[in-house]
């Protein structure tokens, strides 16, 4: 050996890299309402918002809801005509089937006057019990419905 010295070199480990740590959070917050008004907190915000917003809103609601309420009365006052002008030609065509069954059994047809007089008669009774089925099944679902309505 020609007396070349060797170092030997001891490898010191790296510590790991230090991981910094962040936490990272996000909150979301939902909120919901149903009707023309949000609630009054949301309200007031409308105020720091627009000018009068609250005002505004205020107004819009009541005006949509005296709208609304007068289509309802033309439909329930518009509904209760219909039914009294219909009540009304109904005796009508029920009086004259009838007058004309009269009239019939008076000229001798007497087959053909009872036939006019029943089918006159008939037809009002059955669209009495028509009408009362219908309303007796409407009930029935409406109850129904509400049953429904309070399990949820």
């Known amino acids: 050996m020609s007396g070349k010295r060797f170092k030997q070199r001891k490898m010191i480990p790296t510590p790991p ?3 910094e740590r962040r936490e990272v959070r996000a909150e979301m917050q939902v909120a919901s309402f149903s009707g023309p008004l949000p609630p009054p907190a949301v309200l007031a ?9 609250a005002d505004r809103i205020m107004a819009m609601a009541e005006r949509q809801s005296a709208h609304r309420e007068r ?3 033309r439909v329930v006052d518009g509904n209760v005509a219909n039914q ?8 009508v065509v029920m009086l004259v089937a009838i007058l004309s069954g009269f009239f019939l059994i008076h000229e001798g047809k007497g087959a053909e006057g009872l036939t006019s007089i029943i089918a006159a008669v008939g037809g009002v009774i059955g669209v009495f019990f028509y ?4 309303q007796k099944r409407e009930r029935e679902e409406k109850a129904t ?8």
């Open 17 to 19: 890299p230090q991981i």
């Open 45 to 53: 915000q409308y105020n720091d918002a627009i000018p009068n917003g």
């Open 71 to 73: 289509l309802e009365a």
């Open 84 to 91: 009294t002008r219909g009540s009304y030609f109904a005796f």
């Open 131 to 134: 009408s009362k089925l219908e």
């Open 145 to 152: 419905a509400l049953v429904e309505r309070r399990r949820q």
